[in-house]
């Protein structure tokens, strides 16, 4: 079992940044993929970004490449989504997420979620 705590959300500018973590307890953080999705209302949840366990290799979506990065501390079971240059198509609930696979993408492929951090860029 795996627990998910993100935070860092909040209101932001349009060209604002913000940090968002994601604290993990648990099983063996350290062998999990991790990785940050949206959900903007009346929208699909969809894939931001993801990193392997080792953090050796990422991933990221189209929309926030160049952006947005992941990364981890596997010392501090925490995985980080830093967002730069941040528009108003941003705004959204955003979650972490662990895969035991080593390079999963899909949602179908994580097998816990955290409750998920409010993400809003004012134009």
């Known amino acids: 079992q795996v627990q998910l705590v993100e935070s860092g959300g909040g209101v932001v500018q349009a060209g604002g940044s913000l940090r968002l973590s994601c604290a993990a307890s648990?099983?063996?953080?350290?062998?999990?993929?991790m990785g940050w999705f949206r959900q903007a209302p009346g929208k699909e949840r969809e894939f931001v970004a993801r990193?392997?366990?080792?953090?050796?290799?990422?991933r990221y979506a189209d929309s926030v490449k160049g952006r947005f990065t992941i990364s981890r501390d596997n010392a501090k079971n925490t995985v980080y989504l830093e967002m730069n240059r941040l528009t108003p198509e941003d705004t959204a609930v955003y979650y972490c997420?662990?895969?035991?696979?080593?390079?999963?993408?899909?949602?179908?492929?994580?097998?816990?979620w955290g409750q998920g951090t409010q993400v809003t860029v004012s134009s």
């Open positions: 997420a662990a895969s035991p696979r080593f390079s999963a993408y899909a949602a179908v492929e994580y097998d816990y």
């Open positions: 990193i392997t366990w080792s953090g050796g290799s990422t």
């Open positions: 648990g099983r063996s953080f350290s062998s999990w993929s």
